[in-house]
């Protein structure tokens, strides 16, 4: 498992955009309205978000770490099985949750490596 996607939804959100990619040197990949993505050089993501930018009101405890998963379906599976609280709406590629601790995290479908497989 590796960290697969960070997200945070903050009252300083063109500020955190203008500190990675000022100050970090990220590199923006899109921007809209309160919403902006930086690739990182492993091609993962950080996501920055306006408290007013939609469907993310559930990211209200801090950062969103995103753990990779070779399998989404099975390791939402084992969530459910678990008894965890899944949070949000599932994405094509993610699925939020809340852990023991009251934070929210996701679990992220790995990226293809080059050639179409995901990454060992």
Known sequence: ?????????????RALAN??????GLRATHTEPGFWVFTLPDGNNV????????GKAHF?????????VRDLPAAVA????????????PGPT????RGPDGNVYELVAAL?????????
């Open 47 to 54: 996501e920055v978000f306006d408290p007013a930018y939609p």
């Open 94 to 97: 993610w699925q939020h949750f």
């Open 78 to 89: 084992g969530l459910r099985a678990a008894g965890v609280e899944l949070v949000g709406g």
């Open 60 to 68: 209200d405890t801090g950062p969103v770490a995103g753990f990779t």
């Open 1 to 13: 498992m590796a960290l697969g996607w960070l997200g945070t939804r903050t009252p300083h959100a």
């Open 112 to 120: 293809a490596a080059p050639g179409g497989s995901p990454p060992a």
């Open 19 to 24: 500190f990675y990619a000022n100050v970090l």
